[in-house]
Every structure is written in C-alpha cells, then in structure tokens.
Nanobody, 124 residues
C-alpha cells in the first residue's frame, strides 16, 4: 500500500491541526494504522495507532487527551486530530501501515509501509 500524509504546518502553542493519510494500491481496511513522529536529533517515536476496524486505539502517554486517531475506510484515510499543541510536539509526522493482523503495536519496526512525512511546527 502507498501512503500519502499531509496537513502539517506552522501553528502556535494551543492551536489545533488535523493530519490526514491517504492509502492506495491495496485494500486499506486490512491494515492497522499508526502515526509516528521524529524530531531533529531524536528517534522516530510512536504517537498513536488504530485497528483495521477502528475498534481499538492506542496512544503515547504524552498525547493522551490531546490527540485523537480515527479512520474512514471508505475513503482509505486515517486522521490524527491534534489539539492543544505544544512546542514539544514539533516533528515530522509519519503514517504507517501494519499488516500483521495481531494487536496494535508501538514499535516502528513492526510497520511495513510508510508515508513520506509531514512537518508540524509549534511555536511558543
């Protein structure tokens, strides 16, 4: 599956952004989907994941209550709604697909397909 992420931008602390990731090439609904981010000089880290059916979600502790992951399988799209953004949320955000059919996973090594990334910059 090919993934295309977009929706990033430059915002101020406390603002909101919604990232989108559109899939193509294979049935999108068979994949668990995840969002990861990578700040300069840091490892790529897990942000959130959603099961293929949207019945289960998982979040990194630092974004719980502020970020919401969702998906629309009819539109081959997964979303990341980000509210109350903080400067420490600044990073390149990547969407990824996991074809494992097991439970949601947080390791980037478990995801087979990746989008190109979209930059999110939060100013203080």
């Amino acid at each position: 599956v090919q993934l295309q992420a977009y929706g990033g931008g430059l915002v101020q602390a406390g603002d909101s952004l919604r990232l989108s990731c559109v899939g193509s090439g294979r049935p999108f609904s068979r994949y668990h989907m995840g969002w990861f981010r990578q700040a300069p000089g840091k490892e790529r880290e897990f942000v959130a994941a959603i099961s293929w059916s949207a019945g289960t979600t998982s979040y990194q502790d630092s974004v719980k209550g502020r970020f919401t992951i969702s998906r629309d399988n009819a539109k081959n799209t997964v979303f990341l709604q980000m509210n109350s953004l903080k400067p420490e949320d600044t990073a390149v955000y990547y969407c990824a697909a996991d074809n494992s059919q097991v439970g949601l996973r947080r390791s980037r090594y478990e995801y087979e397909y990746w989008g190109q990334g979209t930059q999110v910059t939060v100013s203080s």
